[in-house]
């Protein structure tokens, strides 16, 4: 009779370390400063405004599909939806 465990489970891989950057690159600041030179850093405010603004939304439909796929895939496999 052959083995009816299946192959071995794989190890996890660790992590890999985050690099350490800047939050901020300056030189991506100094680019979108430079798209519009007279405006007294406008352009640069208006963009910031926007990611301010749609950044949580984006978050929320992330969080939605994951939340929505783990399910999908937890159901597929016979597993109890908590």
């Known amino acids: ?3 009816l465990a ?3 489970a794989a190890r996890p891989q660790p992590i890999p370390p985050v690099p ?3 939050t901020i ?3 991506a600041i100094a680019s979108l400063r430079e ?3 007279g405006d007294n850093g406008a352009f640069l405010r ?3 405004d926007i990611y301010i603004e749609d950044t949580p939304k984006r978050i929320a439909e ?3 599909t994951l939340s929505s796929t783990s399910h999908a895939r937890r159901a597929s496999a016979g597993w109890p939806s908590w």
Do not use: C
Request: glycine share 10%; net charge negative; aromatic share 0%.
């Open 1 to 3: 009779m052959g083995n």
């Open 6 to 8: 299946g192959p071995p």
């Open 20 to 22: 350490d950057l800047p």
């Open 25 to 27: 690159d300056p030189d």
């Open 35 to 37: 798209l519009n030179p």
């Open 46 to 48: 208006e963009i910031v």
């Open 62 to 64: 992330l969080k939605a």
